[in-house]
């Protein structure tokens, strides 16, 4: 059991104009959302530039990535631009970092980066975070520093990184199949904390729900998949039923799992918002 209160992301890549996109972001901060979230593709456009629209947009709703690849960016000009961004939102930014992700190694190939194995990625990612970490505290004079503290997530899901997220990250973004049940999802859980059993209860735990009530995504019809069946079998990845049946299911996953971080594509922030009033830190 865990008392780290809930918090709700939501994550939005379609960033077709200003006016679109900043109106996305005041309307997640009105539907009580603790975050606003971008994805890192070069199918999306540039997180940071867009993070920065939707901060000036806003006033109190924090800002990050989910996530930025850590190998398409050098770290010192990384740091240097969550800094300014923090700086410039008053300290509203949250840094999410990842070793990589399906199709980055084609969006490292046309940026001209190198992408390099999983144990090239994952010691490069470790490097990363602790000089980025290093400079956003203002550990190097002269290097601008982040107007607060900057909280890093790290997304893992293999038992190498989720043993290097749990003694470092303030946040672990936990990945897993869109049929993954509570017995599958518990092992990486306890991972977790049999790597770092003294920081544990501080680590927030975050994953992403994929669909809430009956959505119906293009991208889970092609699997075959659909939210009621994913729920019927137990899966994580969704939540159905009436605003009340989805908290009492996330609070039983709470209980059961120590997820207090959840995020939904901004397609689903609407339907969601009633389960955000219910929830939102608790």
Request: proline share 7%; glycine share 10%; aromatic share 6%.
């Amino acid at each position: 059991m865990t008392d780290r209160p809930f918090r709700f992301g939501v994550t939005n890549g379609a960033a077709t104009d200003m006016a679109s996109w900043t109106a996305a972001a005041r309307r997640a901060e009105s539907l009580g959302y603790a975050t606003f979230l971008m994805p890192d593709t070069l199918n999306t456009p540039a997180p940071l530039p867009a993070l920065a629209a939707a901060a000036a947009a806003t006033t109190t709703l924090r800002v990050g990535t989910w996530v930025l690849c850590d190998v398409l960016r050098n770290p010192r000009t990384l740091a240097w631009e969550i800094a300014s961004l923090d700086q410039l939102s008053g300290g509203r930014v949250e840094l999410g970092l990842g070793a990589g992700r399906p199709d980055a190694e084609q969006d490292a190939r046309r940026l001209g980066v190198p992408y390099g194995a999983p144990g090239q990625r994952m010691e490069r990612l470790a490097e990363s975070v602790a000089l980025i970490r290093h400079l956003l505290d203002g550990g190097e004079d002269g290097f601008p520093a982040a107007a607060g503290r900057v909280p890093i997530l790290i997304a893992a899901s293999g038992p190498r990184l989720l043993r290097y997220a749990a003694g470092h990250a303030d946040t672990i973004a936990i990945g897993w199949p869109p049929t993954t049940t509570a017995e599958q999802a518990r092992p990486l859980i306890n991972r977790v904390r049999e790597a770092a059993p003294d920081r544990f209860d501080g680590l927030e735990l975050a994953t992403g729900l994929i669909a809430v009530g009956n959505e119906r995504h293009p991208w889970l019809q092609r699997m075959g998949l659909d939210p009621t069946s994913l729920a019927a079998a137990g899966a994580v990845t969704v939540v159905t039923g009436t605003a009340r049946q989805m908290a009492d299911i996330l609070l039983r996953r709470r209980d059961s799992l120590a997820m207090s971080y959840l995020t939904v594509p901004m397609q689903s922030a609407e339907a969601f918002a009633p389960v955000v009033a219910l929830l939102a830190g608790t």
